[in-house]
């Protein structure tokens, strides 16, 4: 003969962390709970959290949160997919000491690009083209260029500025 039981599944509202135990706040009472997850994520007080359980709660859900997810992991991590898309309200950060980027297509769009270096080196095998309505270059030491033909055109004026200008 089966007996029925029930148990109480409940959003419930994170009012203390102490000790990896999570104090809640329930429709009908306030219970300790322990974290019971299926990912990473690190409660913070004022979570709306779904709890299960009459004696023993645990919190299996998380319906509004503030706390940080955090995979972790000593080895190595790989993520494998057809497509990944990454998407954040307030900015991405990529940080490491060595970042590698492999790709047959690299595309950016942006409103605006800034970008910071000690050092900076570039190579194209093939052709390096630049489209834009103005270019300045600011330059603090010596600027030089080498190539086997120059070419510059102009379809108004060309000044060049300088204490000695060496032609030839």
Do not use: C
């Not at 000690?118 to 270059?137: L, M």
């Amino acid at each position: 003969m089966l007996s029925e039981t029930t148990t109480a599944v409940a959003p419930a509202t994170l009012l203390e962390i102490r000790d990896g135990r999570l104090l809640l706040q329930m429709p009908e009472r306030q219970a300790w709970a322990s974290l019971a997850l299926a990912f990473p994520y690190s409660p913070e007080v004022g979570d709306v959290l779904l709890a299960i359980g009459d004696e023993d709660v645990y919190v299996i859900g998380v319906l509004a949160g503030r706390g940080k997810t955090l995979l972790k992991t000593q080895g190595e991590l790989e993520l494998a997919a057809e497509h990944i898309t990454i998407r954040a309200e307030q900015g991405v950060k990529i940080k490491g000491v060595n970042v590698e980027i492999e790709a047959d297509k690299l595309e950016f769009a942006a409103r605006a690009v800034f970008e910071r270096f000690v050092d900076a080196y570039r190579w194209a095998k093939g052709v390096v083209q630049n489209s834009a309505a103005r270019v300045r270059t600011l330059v603090t030491g010596a600027y030089t260029v080498q190539a086997e033909t120059i070419v510059e055109q102009a379809e108004k004026d060309v000044k060049i500025d300088g204490r000695h200008i060496h032609l030839g």
